[in-house]
């Protein structure tokens, strides 16, 4: 039988969208989701009578002028029916900015849509926000939509094949029911309603995802069996790359679809624009995708169902039916191609083919900028074994071409700004990344990946335990591990051994402050190196990749512990936060120390890594990847 056709019914303060196989409804002009009925259910929404909540809306955090940290809900001021026929739905619901508005919402024109396909079981929704010239400046902290799904119905989510539990319910959180931690989205479960959750900790952050993996996430109804999900098909109108950390699914139940936000990186993530800067960007489509199962069929088969739907929507990229003239089609966009391949030189002579890099298309901007630059696109690919790697559905403009290879540290750009037309396709040839680099490898901390994952990450404290990370790789999502090194180390801080000790065992994932009576102290972590010989007029070179930093610093000795200066400091950076939210990592930054062969002796020597601020447990470093290199051996102006 033939889908039904799509139906729009308009009343006085809402409008509906039902193709038979759903039925949302929308208030307006204010465009927020009210209401989803499937498979039964009338409304798969916690949407309460009398009180100013919503079932599902878009909203925006931003600071202007005069204020700062400002939520703000999304409300239409108008609507419209964009398009409307048997085959497609597409509403707009808009507010427009004028001066009466300043300092009470966003300076932005907002257009937010909403589409309903035939035979399609969910429906699409994004937005185009634009800032015109003469508008006041502010910076954007964070945008998404949000669904609040009924708590008697869905308890059980799912983000990952190795990342899905019940989960706790709301009132869980409450007064009486929980006991607050170190800081308020966590808490500990003492007196839950299902006895099953009690002494377990419960934190939305330990539910984060990075890009690059947050294609599709949601919620799952025992009875009946019906799946709520969140579909991401693009990375295009994320922010920051394809490693940027964000919220999924947590309790509530709540659904995200994180288009831009702060976390694990801090101010260094709030676009600001200026008065006078013109700026447009659409956000979306996303797609929320509905599926159920047969009484009797296993509910959990709806997550394999909607990871099926992901690739659908995904290969369907981009789409063809939004009708904004500012969501280009697939021939209105472009593709880029090329080999990577990587020189270095004390590792190999020959060009070796860059494996598993990751290339991408941001704004102009320095080398590795993109991690920050939280404006425009981005378009990432994964190179092949081979470094071969060709992006497609790139967006009209100008951009440059970034990469990293895992294995290697800093980042490549592609010197020349590529402009991208509509239809058209470049080819770069080969293109070589020479990682920095001034000498042999002497010795070697860890693995250059970004991550602090192949460190020792601790158990967790018995009385802070999220059952779902017991014995799972990422181990590091647990509640409070920051206080598990005073625990690990109670006389001395870490020594680390080259040649002796194992960084998966002796290198604790995280520099972090000691825990002391009811505050907290500094650390210094050595290590201990042996010198055959001591080049004392040559220059070595000392790299320190750090995976995440929050209001630290890193100081750098060597063979004097108590010298007055170090040999090096970072100064304070970072506010990434990846301590306190359970992240293995936040921004990746880059140290290239000159040491001076004075600084060394032959036989014994000592680095000393001081993080000499202690007002908070928070604050700490993360390590990527260390390594000292001798002299270089070559001609001295050669890959520096």
């Keep these: 039988?033939?889908?039904?056709?799509?139906?729009?019914?308009?009343?006085?303060?809402?409008?509906?969208?039902?193709?038979?196989?759903?039925?949302?409804?929308?208030?307006?002009?204010?465009?927020?989701?009210?209401?989803?009925?499937?498979?039964?259910?009338?409304?798969?929404?916690?949407?309460?009578?009398?009180?100013?909540?919503?079932?599902?809306?878009?909203?925006?955090?931003?600071?202007?002028?005069?204020?700062?940290?400002?939520?703000?809900?999304?409300?239409?001021?108008?609507f419209k029916v964009i398009k409307e026929d048997e085959d497609q739905v597409e509403l707009s619901f808009t507010r427009t900015w004028d001066p009466s508005l300043e300092d009470k919402v966003i300076p932005l024109n907002i257009d937010k849509r909403f589409i309903m396909l035939r035979g399609c079981s969910g429906f699409y929704s994004y937005a185009i926000y634009e800032h015109l010239n003469e508008w006041p400046e502010f910076s954007l902290g964070e945008t998404r939509i949000a669904f609040k799904l009924k708590k008697d119905k869905f308890h059980y989510m799912a983000i990952a094949d190795n990342r899905q539990r019940p989960m706790p319910l709301p009132d869980d959180r409450t007064k009486g029911r929980c006991?607050?931690?170190?800081?308020?989205?966590?808490?500990?479960?003492?007196n839950p309603i299902e006895p099953e959750f009690k002494g377990e900790v419960d934190d939305k952050y330990q539910y984060s995802c990075e890009n690059k993996d947050n294609k599709v996430h949601g919620w799952i109804c025992m009875d009946p069996p019906v799946g709520f999900w969140q579909i991401t098909p693009s990375d295009e109108f994320r922010t920051c790359g394809p490693l940027k950390q964000n919220l999924t699914s947590h309790v509530g139940p709540t659904t995200l679809a994180m288009f831009h936000s702060t976390h694990y990186a801090g101010p260094d993530l709030g676009p600001k624009f200026q008065q006078g800067e013109a700026w447009k960007k659409v956000f979306g489509p996303v797609?929320?995708?509905?599926?159920?199962?047969?009484?009797?069929?296993?509910?959990?088969?709806?997550?394999?169902?909607?990871?099926?739907?992901?690739?659908?929507?995904?290969?369907?990229?981009?789409?063809?039916?939004?009708?904004?003239?500012?969501?280009?089609?697939s021939d209105q966009r472009g593709t880029v191609s090329g080999r990577l391949l990587v020189h270095d030189s004390y590792v190999d002579e020959e060009w070796v083919p860059a494996n598993s890099a990751y290339v991408g298309l941001a704004l102009p901007g320095e080398v590795g900028s993109w991690q920050r630059e939280c404006k425009g696109y981005q378009f990432w690919?994964?190179?092949?074994?081979?470094?071969?790697?060709?992006?497609?559905?790139?967006?009209?403009?100008?951009?440059?071409?970034?990469?990293?290879?895992?294995?290697?540290?800093?980042?490549?750009?592609?010197?020349?700004?590529?402009?991208?037309?509509?239809?058209?396709?470049?080819?770069?040839?080969?293109?070589?990344?020479?990682?920095?680099?001034?000498?042999?490898?002497?010795?070697?901390?860890g693995i250059p990946d970004r991550s602090a994952a192949e460190f020792y990450v601790p158990d967790p404290n018995p009385n802070y335990v999220n059952k779902l990370y017991v014995n799972h790789p990422d181990r590091f999502r647990q509640y409070g591990l920051w206080d598990r090194y005073t625990e690990l180390y109670p006389d001395g801080d870490l020594v680390f051994t080259i040649g002796a000790s194992d960084y998966m065992k002796d290198w604790f994932f995280a520099q972090v402050n000691r825990k002391k009576d009811n505050g907290y102290q500094a650390t210094t972590w050595q290590i201990k190196f042996k010198l055959d010989s001591v080049n004392r007029t040559?220059?070595?070179?000392?790299?320190?990749?750090?995976?995440?930093?929050?209001?630290?610093?890193?100081?750098?000795?060597?063979?004097d512990p108590k010298a007055n200066r170090p040999h090096f400091t970072t100064g304070l950076i970072g506010r990434d936060n990846s301590i306190a939210r359970h992240g293995i990592h936040g921004l990746y930054w880059l140290y290239n120390v000159d040491v001076p062969g004075t600084r060394l002796v032959e036989g014994d020597n000592t680095i000393f890594l001081t993080q000499p601020r202690s007002s908070s447990p928070f604050q700490g470093i993360m390590y990527d990847y260390i390594r000292l290199e001798g002299p270089s051996t070559t001609d001295p102006n050669k890959n520096k």
């Design 1 to 78: 039988m033939a889908p039904i056709a799509v139906r729009l019914q308009i009343q006085d303060r809402y409008v509906v969208m039902d193709n038979g196989l759903l039925q949302v409804t929308l208030s307006k002009p204010e465009g927020i989701v009210t209401g989803i009925q499937f498979n039964g259910i009338d409304n798969l929404l916690e949407v309460v009578d009398g009180k100013d909540n919503y079932g599902g809306y878009w909203d925006v955090v931003w600071n202007g002028a005069k204020a700062s940290g400002i939520f703000d809900v999304i409300k239409g001021t108008s």
């Design 179 to 190: 006991q607050s931690l170190a800081y308020a989205e966590a808490v500990l479960l003492t």
């Design 287 to 329: 797609f929320i995708y509905l599926n159920s199962a047969f009484i009797g069929e296993d509910p959990l088969s709806l997550w394999n169902d909607a990871k099926t739907q992901m690739l659908t929507e995904a290969q369907s990229w981009p789409y063809s039916f939004p009708a904004s003239e500012d969501f280009p089609f």
């Design 381 to 445: 690919t994964r190179a092949d074994e081979n470094g071969f790697f060709s992006i497609s559905n790139i967006r009209a403009g100008d951009y440059n071409l970034y990469a990293w290879v895992p294995g290697f540290i800093g980042d490549y750009k592609y010197e020349v700004v590529l402009t991208i037309t509509g239809g058209c396709t470049v080819d770069l040839g080969e293109i070589v990344y020479e990682p920095p680099r001034d000498g042999p490898t002497l010795w070697e901390i």
């Design 538 to 559: 040559g220059k070595y070179k000392l790299r320190l990749a750090l995976a995440s930093a929050t209001l630290s610093e890193l100081q750098v000795r060597f063979n």
